[in-house]
Every structure is written in C-alpha cells, then in structure tokens.
C-alpha cells in the first residue's frame, strides 16, 4: 500500500524557517515526480513546489519563489520543503503528494496520494 508521512510542521515568528519532510513507502518512489501542497482556512488548496526528473527539475508557485526549496533523497524515499522567510501568510496544512504529470505548469491539477498533512503556523 503507498503511503506518505509528512512532518517537521509547527508554530514559528515571522522570518523563521522549518524543514517538512514526507517519507514515501510501499509502491510510491520520490524519484517520481512529487509535489508540496498548502490549504489555509478558507482558502482552496495550491500547489507549491514540485520536483521531478529524477530532481533535475523543480517549480515553485510565485508567493514562495525564493524563500522555499524543495529537494528530494532517494535514498531515504524522502521528499523535503526547506521553508525560509517565513510570513503569516504561508501558515497552512502543508501536504505532500506524488503527482502523475509534472511536465506542465498545471501540475498541481494531477496529484494521486496524498499524505495527511502537517500544520504550519507563521505568527506576526
């Protein structure tokens, strides 16, 4: 059974940095193409960063262009979202998810599974 756990959320000032991590089991391979989403309250889920060929190739939504980054060890099948700079705005459930096509700017539209999520709170 595929499965994905995410961590390393919590509660940090503005300016802050936290790592998340999601660890992928069963069938599901972080050497596929695998991407970080966030919903906050009220707000539709987005997609913010993906990686894929083998970690060549990344996107990143604008809001978060420059302060995240997101790489991947595949050898611990662990996808990990570096988060710096952190601003109120980003405070949201982040979730990891493998994603079918990430040869489109519209990759955020092909998730498949999903982890549970992990919270992330960003105070002024």
């Known amino acids: 059974q595929e499965s994905l756990v995410e961590s390393g959320g919590g509660s940090v000032q503005a300016g802050g940095s936290l790592r998340l991590s999601c660890v992928a089991s069963?069938?599901?391979?972080?050497?596929?193409?695998m991407g970080w989403f966030r919903q906050a309250p009220g707000k539709e889920r987005e997609g913010v960063a993906s990686?894929?060929?083998?970690?060549?190739?990344?996107r990143y939504a604008d809001s978060v262009k420059g302060r995240f980054t997101i790489s991947q060890d595949n050898a611990k099948n662990t996808v990990y979202l570096q988060m710096n700079s952190l601003v109120p705005e980003d405070t949201a459930m982040y979730y990891c998810?493998?994603?079918?096509?990430?040869?489109?700017?519209?990759?955020?539209?092909?998730?498949?599974?999903w982890g549970q999520g992990t919270l992330v709170t960003v105070s002024s």
């Open positions: 998810a493998t994603v079918w096509n990430c040869y489109t700017p519209a990759w955020d539209r092909y998730a498949e599974v």
């Open positions: 069963g069938y599901t391979s972080t050497n596929n193409c």
């Open positions: 990686i894929y060929a083998g970690g060549r190739s990344t």
